[in-house]
């Protein structure tokens, strides 16, 4: 059976949605980042980035989002989580999640984890004030080019609705108001009223 190593209020909730929707038996294990476990000596030898999610398969362990999310939609092809039979659908659907891995999170990341760039307070406070510019410029751009709709690829849902999910629900601890984005918030209310969606939520708050 699988292992899930997640934190709450990370993006781990996507790969947590995506477990659900598969079908696939899985246990959940919480990592607490109030109490430093991701830096702990038993879960560095699972994930030594020392980060969350890590996915612990009966060939070895898997990390990073956009990485669990194509493992969890290849592993179940049956539960249609990905455009697995056309190649350039399924490499549209990676440059969607890669986007998120590394422009949206990274922008959002520089409001509480600055100190991954610099040591000068003075440059955190910086970082700070401009999540809510950089934020509002990635999801004027999911927006108006990227969130076909009624789901991300169109009107298949797949492994990249969770993700785009959890990332909406971050906009207002970043400052920025999430109704401005008509279709973005359209897909947020839509997710939530998926049981998988309900179900990892309730398994995220522990």
Excluded at 157 to 171: C, E, I, K, Q, R
Excluded at 179 to 197: C, E, G, Q, S
């Amino acid at each position: 059976m699988l292992t899930f190593y997640f934190a709450q209020s990370t993006c781990a909730l996507a790969s947590l949605i995506a477990l659900e929707e598969s079908g696939l038996a899985y246990e959940a294990r919480m990592i607490s980042f109030k109490d430093n476990e991701q830096r702990s000596p038993e879960y560095l030898k699972i994930n030594p980035k020392g980060r969350v999610p890590a996915l612990v398969t009966d060939r070895g362990i898997v990390t990073e989002t956009p990485a669990i999310l194509a493992y969890i939609a290849q592993t179940v092809p049956a539960a249609r989580l990905a455009p697995l039979d056309d190649s350039f659908e399924f490499a549209r659907l990676q440059a969607f999640n890669s986007y998120l891995c590394s422009t949206v999170h990274v922008n959002h990341a520089h409001k509480r984890r600055g100190s991954r760039w610099a040591d000068d307070p003075a440059a955190h406070e910086a970082m700070q004030a401009k999540v809510p510019q950089t934020m509002t410029e990635n999801f004027e751009l999911i927006e108006e080019t990227m969130l076909a709709g009624p789901w991300v690829m169109g009107e298949q849902y797949s492994v990249a609705d969770p993700y785009l999910f959890t990332m909406t629900g971050w906009l207002r601890g970043d400052g920025v108001d999430p109704m401005r984005f008509a279709k973005a918030t359209a897909h947020y209310a839509r997710m939530m009223d998926r049981p998988a969606v309900q179900r990892a939520l309730t398994i995220e708050k522990g």
